[in-house]
């Protein structure tokens, strides 16, 4: 049997390659006349189609089919390309070489390499074959690494041949600087960017004036991310060089007759919904108007014609006490008689509406939308239910069953859906199929769980009172017998289930301690005990630590203690604190002291706590008296003398006081003087940059300029800052989906943002945050 299948499967081979061959010449003829002239690009991919071939049996008649074209073509096409593959392999070990031979201080010399070839510059850039070269790159993953000379030389590289430079020109980039591209990308990007300084404030505050919109201005002024961070950096800007704040323009004022005018024609115009055709009638009647203005003055206008449920509390007041006396209730509410009485309407309305919905009310709105009424005349159908709450109730069950959820999802619980509820649980006490319960009451199955755990928890509180004394007299009996409870059978012998016993029970002689102690410390008690309160208080349901300590046998004040640290949660007494410092004294590590404390208490945690006792130990606070005086101080002589004789005078002007936090507040308000800052920006920020690169610290650069060295940090975080994009492009987001499926967690951000190189570690690891 098998032999005569084995022949029938070669006997139809060999047929299949006979009709083959007969189609072969067709084929050929067919398409040798089909394409006389083939592009470039096609010719590409042809060779890369026959290459994927290679090393087995070239498939022609599947390439002739593909391309529509004559295997000799095929064939012509793919030793034109092989032939100048191999004409620029050879070129490409040319250039090598020759850059190899160009090598010094650093870098190669290419532009005396594209002249000895006599080729362009990134075409031989293009050619360089790094895998087959001996010069290693050059790593500057701090700004400080790069010299001055080489960043203005990649600047004006990446300025001369690129407009908006890809990830393959940034390649070429890292080729010609003999450095890794992400290197260069972070440099450039932080060196070509302007900040707002006083000569853009100037020119932004001049365009202000001639009328331009800040969009306008955006384009004029584009090294911002949008139009909105360019008007907030001008405004911080100009605050910081104490100019005072730009004042309302004459023609955004509006006199009393022009409103009441704005209010006469929105009034007859004006369409539910529909701005535009009113705001261009307003328009065409005070023309010196911006449209912004005019949309701002409707909606102040829209403000005050709209009724609250303030405006309906205070007129249903005076009605109560006045009667429908309109002129006085007008008069003692400073508004129009007419108003007073819309009001009083619009309360009344709202008197007959209510907030739940029933079935028979969902029925009818259902079948009012099927006819096609709209949702006022839905209202009027139903009396109970605005306009508003009818289109916004029909929206949210148009969504919920479009996303395939139960209707009454998040719905209040009507007295038949809880009384469905206890029929379908009744018949059952551990073992309730949720998923079946669920859809009998179109809810979710956690929802109808936590409704029917906080039934009977309120009927076990409000049966506990009539058995309290009874369980506890059992308990108290079995407990003097025995010397201990065997709730099972205190249970059966009452005919109530354990928890209503262990709820009841008040006897409490005889319980253990549980004082957390991390030698004698029990996991699986905490276990026992996390379980119990689990299985019979799910979330949300409050915790009875009465039946927990029951259960426990261990007081009920220290099992409240035990659930909070097996929780995370300490109490930071005097006597802890103290203990905490002085085994941190002794070289104890965080990790340690935290098992000492709690036996789940995360160790930054106690970090943060131990920062705040040796802060405060180190340094005691002023008062606000004395922090008054320093201040004083310090705007009284910071313009005249340098930072740091500044701290000497007022330290020594203050004796009284602790050196130390005198120092720290001269700190604070010198940092934010704009004496320093004028100082800081009349220097020349090249040098500053320049020498942090040599190595200076910026402490010493600070004590040179005479300002708080906070100042100068702050200037260079902001040029440091300035090399990472906040918008993320659709190739860095899929890159960065790329790693995260590649590699186990836990991830490595910085490894990633050494790969983007336009985005920070804390900006990759957020950006998966948000998208898990």
């Known amino acids: 049997m098998l032999l005569h299948f084995v022949a029938n499967l070669s006997k139809a081979r060999s047929v299949l390659a006979m009709r083959r061959n007969e189609f072969w010449p067709l084929l050929n003829r067919q398409y040798s006349s089909a394409i006389s002239e083939v592009p470039p690009e096609l010719q590409q991919k042809i060779a890369a189609s026959i290459r994927a071939y290679k090393g087995t049996t070239v498939a022609w008649f599947d390439l002739v089919t593909k391309y529509k074209l004559p295997q000799p073509q095929l064939e012509e096409i793919f030793a034109h390309d092989e032939a100048e593959r191999l004409k620029r392999q050879k070129l490409s070990v040319k250039i090598t070489n020759a850059a190899q031979q160009r090598y010094e201080n650093g870098r190669c010399d290419w532009e005396a390499v594209a002249k000895d070839f006599d080729m362009p510059l990134l075409e031989c850039l293009e050619l360089y074959d790094a895998s087959q070269s001996s010069i290693s790159p050059r790593l500057f993953p701090k700004l400080v690494d790069w010299p001055y000379e080489d960043l203005q030389l990649l600047q004006q590289f990446v300025n001369n041949n690129f407009n908006a430079p890809t990830a393959k020109e940034w390649n070429l980039v890292g080729t010609f600087m003999n450095v890794g591209w992400s290197d260069c990308t972070r440099a450039y990007e932080l060196f070509s960017k302007k900040r707002m300084g006083p000569e853009v404030v100037e020119l932004i505050t001049k365009y202000r004036e001639e009328g331009l919109k800040w969009k306008d201005i955006y384009l004029r002024v584009p090294f911002h991310t949008s139009y909105i961070i360019l ?161 916004c109730k029909w929206r949210y069950l148009q969504q919920k069953e479009a996303a395939g959820r139960n209707t009454k999802t998040g719905a209040p619980w009507t007295v038949e859906d809880i009384e469905q509820l206890q029929r379908l649980t009744s018949k059952h006490i551990r073992d309730i199929d949720w998923v079946e319960v669920s859809q009998k009451l179109n809810r979710t199955p956690i929802g109808c769980k936590y409704k029917y755990f906080n039934l009977n928890r309120q009927n076990r509180i409000q049966n506990s009172v009539d058995y309290t004394e009874v369980v506890s007299r059992a308990v108290r009996k079995q407990y003097y017998k025995d010397k201990c409870v065997d709730w099972a059978q205190i249970s059966t012998a009452l005919g109530l ?222 040029k440091v800052s300035a090399g990472f994009t906040s918008k993320w492009t659709a190739k860095e987001t899929k890159q960065l989906e790329e790693f995260i499926k590649s590699t186990p967690p836990p991830y490595k951000w910085e490894k990633i943002s050494a790969l983007l190189g336009t985005k920070s570690a804390q900006q990759c690891c957020t950006m998966y945050m948000r998208n898990a």
């Open 497 to 718: 289930s354990q928890l209503d016993c262990l709820e009841a029970n008040e006897f409490s002689e005889g319980k253990n301690r549980w004082r957390y102690d991390p030698e004698t410390f029990s996991q699986e008690m905490a276990d026992r005990m996390t379980q119990f309160i689990k299985t019979n208080y799910p979330y949300p349901t409050p915790v009875n630590y009465q039946a927990v300590s029951n259960y426990m046998w261990i007081d009920k004040e220290d099992c409240f203690k035990m659930a909070k640290l097996l929780d995370g949660k300490i109490e930071w007494t005097t006597e802890l604190k103290e203990r905490a410092i002085a085994l941190r004294k002794q070289g104890m590590s965080y990790k340690d002291i935290t098992k000492q404390m709690a036996p789940n208490v995360f160790r930054k945690n106690f970090m943060a706590v131990y920062y705040q006792l040796t802060k405060s130990s180190a340094r005691p606070t002023l008062s606000s008296d004395d922090k008054a005086k320093v201040k004083e101080l310090v705007y009284q002589h910071a313009g005249q003398m340098p930072f740091l004789d500044l701290k000497k005078l007022i330290c020594s002007k203050l004796p009284h006081l602790n050196s130390n936090s005198v120092r720290y507040q001269v700190f604070v308000y010198a940092s934010f003087h704009p004496a320093y800052k004028s100082r800081l920006e009349k220097a020349d920020h090249n040098a500053i940059y320049n020498r942090i690169m040599n190595g200076a610290k910026p402490r010493d650069i600070a004590a040179d300029l005479g300002v708080p060295s906070i100042l100068i940090y702050n200037m260079v975080n902001v």
């Open 231 to 391: 008007s907030r950096s001008y405004h911080i800007v100009r605050r910081r060089l104490g100019l005072p704040s730009g004042t309302k323009s004459e023609r955004t004022k509006w006199t009393d007759a022009e409103t009441d005018r704005v209010r006469e024609l929105f009034q007859k115009h004006h369409r539910p919904g529909i701005f535009k055709p009113v705001v261009d009638i307003i328009k065409k009647e005070f023309p010196e108007k911006t449209r912004s203005n005019i949309l701002s003055k409707i909606n102040v206008l829209l403000r005050k014609a709209c009724i609250t449920h303030n405006d309906m509390d205070n007129v249903k007041r005076l009605v109560d006490k006045l009667g429908e006396d309109w002129a006085q209730i007008a008069q003692e509410l400073h508004i129009t008689k007419k108003r007073a009485q819309r009001i009083w309407t619009e309360h009344q309305r709202h008197l007959k509406y209510s907030r739940l919905w029933t079935d028979s009310e969902l029925t009818l709105l259902r079948e009012c939308v099927h006819k096609g009424l709209n949702f006022t005349a839905i209202s009027k159908q139903l009396g109970t239910k605005s306009a508003d709450s009818c289109r």
